[in-house]
């Protein structure tokens, strides 16, 4: 791989410029791609041109450039969350017309959590999370599941690091967090009033393959009200469909 004076690599420069666009700022231009991915104007001018030629990044009719849908074609074609995405998306519509707010699917990845998969009610209450979008694990309902049936070794390295507060009622303490995911594995679901924001609560469950791993986190968002647990039967019969659809695939 060639590699820049600095010791970078080529492919490490186009990750970051990849890595600029963001659901806040799809559409940047060539100078602004090179502050975000702290590249000489030249350099980045130079790879951007050539991730249009191969249909990575598109260029608008205002010369500024987005994320091409050839990207979307490749990830797509070779998304490891793709199936259990698809088995999953029936039982997130049943429980989006329950709630009436939003449902939506979350898998590990690194110390994150990703959502592969969301489904949202007109009028629904507010939620961070979008489609291929990350939360922390210890201030999201999916994270802390997923982090609860995690490795020890992800644990402790969650725990050691930095809690990041969104709201008052976040998990900031070490103490509290290792507390609330051994609650989880006994309960078998988390309740997150207030998390990430006041006015919503987080609800998750885990999902299981067919060897009993915990393979994703199915949740839904609803109004941080005295209504918020009532959803918890109806969430875990929708994990428990997710998972007899995955046997049976």
């Known amino acids: 791989m060639a590699r820049s004076g600095s010791g970078e690599s080529v492919l490490e420069r186009v990750v970051r410029i990849l890595e600029a666009f963001t659901p806040r700022s799809p559409v940047l231009t060539v100078g602004e791609v090179a502050r975000r991915a702290d590249l000489p104007v030249a350099t980045a001018s130079r790879l951007i041109a050539e991730l249009i030629g191969h249909g990575l990044l598109s260029r608008e009719e205002d010369r500024r450039v987005r994320i091409g849908t050839r990207l979307w074609e490749l990830g797509s074609r070779a998304s490891p969350t793709s199936s259990l995405r698809e088995l999953a998306l029936p039982v997130l519509e049943d429980l989006l017309r329950v709630v009436g707010h939003h449902a939506q699917l979350g898998v590990l990845d690194g110390e994150e959590v990703l959502f592969v998969e969301r489904l949202s009610a007109e009028h629904a209450v507010i939620n961070y999370t979008r489609i291929a979008a990350r939360l922390p694990l210890h ?86 009200d005295e209504q918020a647990r009532g959803y918890v039967p109806v969430l875990t019969a929708g994990a428990r469909q997710i998972e007899r659809r995955l046997v049976s695939h």
């Open 139 to 224: 201030a999201s309902s999916s994270g802390l599941v997923l982090l609860a049936y995690g490795s020890e070794i992800l644990q402790e390295r969650i725990l050691a690091g930095t809690l990041t507060r969104f709201t008052p009622m976040t998990i900031t303490d070490p103490g509290e967090l290792r507390r609330r995911l051994a609650d989880v594995r006994r309960q078998g679901f988390v309740l997150c009033p207030g998390f990430l924001h006041v006015d919503a609560t987080g609800i998750a469950v885990p999902v299981r393959d067919e060897t009993g791993h915990v393979a994703a986190a199915v949740s839904v968002i609803v109004p941080n």
